[in-house]
């Protein structure tokens, strides 16, 4: 069975920093892509990064473009998010997902494992 275990959020004041983990087990994610998404109350879950299986390609939504980086680290089967600059609209739940096939996903149907989410709370 697949798990994928968020980690990293919190609370933090508008432009401050925060970096969030998403840890897959259970099975190896070779050559899959993945991302990261989030869901503000009231609001639908909506793309915030993406990148494939090397990393060298990622996309992002144009609210976070030049804020945040999406990075992953293979060997441990692990999707970063580092968040800068975070403004108070960012704040909501994020969630990270993955793909079993390679390439660069932002629509939430790609994707075939999603985690439990973490927190992400930004105060002015």
């Known amino acids: 069975q697949v798990q994928m275990v968020e980690s990293g959020g919190g609370l933090v004041q508008a432009g401050g920093s925060l970096r969030l983990s998403c840890a897959a087990s259970?099975?190896?994610?070779?050559?899959?892509?993945m991302g990261w998404f989030r869901q503000a109350p009231g609001k639908e879950r909506e793309f915030v990064a993406a990148l494939n299986w090397s990393g060298a390609n990622t996309y992002y939504a144009d609210s976070v473009k030049g804020r945040f980086t999406i990075s992953r680290d293979n060997a441990k089967n692990t999707v970063y998010l580092q968040m800068n600059s975070l403004k108070r609209e960012d704040t909501a739940v994020y969630y990270c997902?993955?793909?079993?096939?390679?390439?660069?996903?932002?629509?939430?149907?790609?994707?075939?494992?999603w985690g439990q989410g973490t927190q992400v709370t930004v105060s002015s």
């Open positions: 259970g099975r190896s994610f070779s050559g899959g892509g």
């Open positions: 997902a993955a793909n079993k096939n390679d390439g660069v996903y932002s629509y939430t149907g790609a994707y075939d494992y």
